[in-house]
C-alpha cells in the first residue's frame, strides 16, 4: 500500500511538473516585486539630496566612471549606468568594526571628493537626528563617543560619519519599520526552526 500511495506521488508530479513549475515562477515573481515595490516604503530618497551643481567640477561631471575609493577600505566590484543619478552601494559587514572603519574612510573620501550630500542606511525609517551628538563642541570628545558606540554595535558607520564630519550630509534610514521588524521576527523564527530542525 505505502509503495503504491509513493508512486502515486511520483507520477502526478511527473504528470504536472509544468503546472509545478509555473506556480513557483509565478511566487518567486510576485514575491521580488513586492519586496521591490516595498522595499523603501515607496519613498524617493533622492528627493531630499543636495540639488546638483551646473557648474560642478569636470571631475564630478565625468561621471560614475571616475569614481574611485580607497583601495585600502574597499573595491568597486560593479558600475551599473541608469538615468541621471547616481547610487553607491556600500556593502555592511554589520558585526566587523574593522568593516565599519573602512565604510567611514569610504564616505569620507566621497564627501571630500565627490560631494555626497545623502547617505541611506538599512534598520531605520526616515530622517536620523545625529545632531545631538553633532553638536558637541568638544571634537574629540565627540568621536571618541561616537567611536565607542560603534564599537559597541550601537551606531552604524553612517551615524558615526555624520557626527565626525566637518560637511553636513543627510542621513536617511530606508526601511519601512512595520516591514523590517515583520521581517526581523520571521529571520528569528526561520533561525529557531532552523536550529530546533540540526537538534533532531
Same mark, same amino acid.
Given at each position: 500500500?505505502?509503495?503504491?500511495?509513493?508512486? &502515486?506521488?511520483?507520477?502526478?508530479?511527473?504528470?504536472?511538473?509544468?503546472?509545478?513549475?509555473?506556480?513557483?515562477?509565478?511566487?518567486? =515573481?510576485?514575491?521580488?516585486?513586492?519586496?521591490?515595490?516595498?522595499?523603501?516604503?515607496?519613498?524617493?530618497?533622492?528627493?531630499?539630496?543636495?540639488?546638483?551643481?551646473? /557648474? $560642478?567640477?569636470?571631475?564630478?561631471?565625468?561621471?560614475?566612471?571616475?569614481?574611485?575609493?580607497?583601495?585600502?577600505?574597499?573595491?568597486?566590484?560593479?558600475? /551599473? =549606468?541608469?538615468? &541621471?543619478?547616481?547610487?553607491?552601494?556600500?556593502?555592511?559587514?554589520?558585526?566587523?568594526?574593522?568593516?565599519?572603519?573602512?565604510?567611514?574612510?569610504?564616505?569620507?573620501?566621497?564627501?571630500?571628493?565627490?560631494?555626497?550630500?545623502?547617505? $541611506?542606511?538599512?534598520?531605520?525609517?526616515?530622517?536620523?537626528?545625529?545632531?545631538?551628538?553633532?553638536?558637541?563642541?568638544?571634537?574629540?570628545?565627540?568621536?571618541?563617543?561616537?567611536?565607542?558606540?560603534?564599537?559597541?554595535?550601537?551606531?552604524?558607520? &553612517?551615524?558615526?560619519?555624520?557626527?565626525?564630519?566637518?560637511?553636513?550630509?543627510?542621513?536617511? &534610514?530606508?526601511?519601512?519599520?512595520?516591514?523590517?521588524?515583520?521581517?526581523?521576527?520571521?529571520?528569528?523564527?526561520?533561525?529557531?526552526?532552523?536550529?530546533?530542525? =540540526?537538534?533532531?
Amino acid at each position: 500500500m505505502t509503495n503504491q500511495r509513493n508512486y &502515486g506521488l511520483a507520477t502526478w508530479k511527473e504528470r504536472n511538473s509544468i503546472f509545478v513549475k509555473t506556480v513557483s515562477n509565478l511566487l518567486l =515573481l510576485t514575491f521580488l516585486c513586492f519586496d521591490i515595490t516595498w522595499a523603501q516604503g515607496g519613498a524617493l530618497l533622492w528627493q531630499n539630496a543636495k540639488p546638483a551643481d551646473v /557648474n $560642478a567640477s569636470a571631475k564630478n561631471q565625468a561621471g560614475i566612471n571616475s569614481i574611485s575609493i580607497p583601495s585600502a577600505d574597499g573595491k568597486i566590484n560593479y558600475v /551599473n =549606468l541608469n538615468g &541621471g543619478k547616481t547610487i553607491i552601494n556600500i556593502q555592511d559587514a554589520h558585526t566587523s568594526l574593522t568593516a565599519q572603519q573602512s565604510i567611514v574612510n569610504i564616505l569620507d573620501s566621497l564627501v571630500t571628493n565627490y560631494d555626497l550630500s545623502l547617505i $541611506a542606511v538599512e534598520g531605520s525609517e526616515g530622517y536620523i537626528d545625529t545632531s545631538i551628538l553633532r553638536t558637541f563642541p568638544d571634537k574629540e570628545i565627540r568621536k571618541n563617543t561616537a567611536a565607542h558606540l560603534m564599537e559597541k554595535g550601537r551606531m552604524s558607520a &553612517g551615524e558615526f560619519f555624520t557626527i565626525v564630519s566637518e560637511k553636513p550630509v543627510a542621513l536617511y &534610514g530606508i526601511e519601512n519599520n512595520d516591514l523590517y521588524k515583520e521581517n526581523v521576527e520571521s529571520f528569528k523564527s526561520v533561525i529557531a526552526d532552523k536550529a530546533l530542525c =540540526l537538534k533532531n
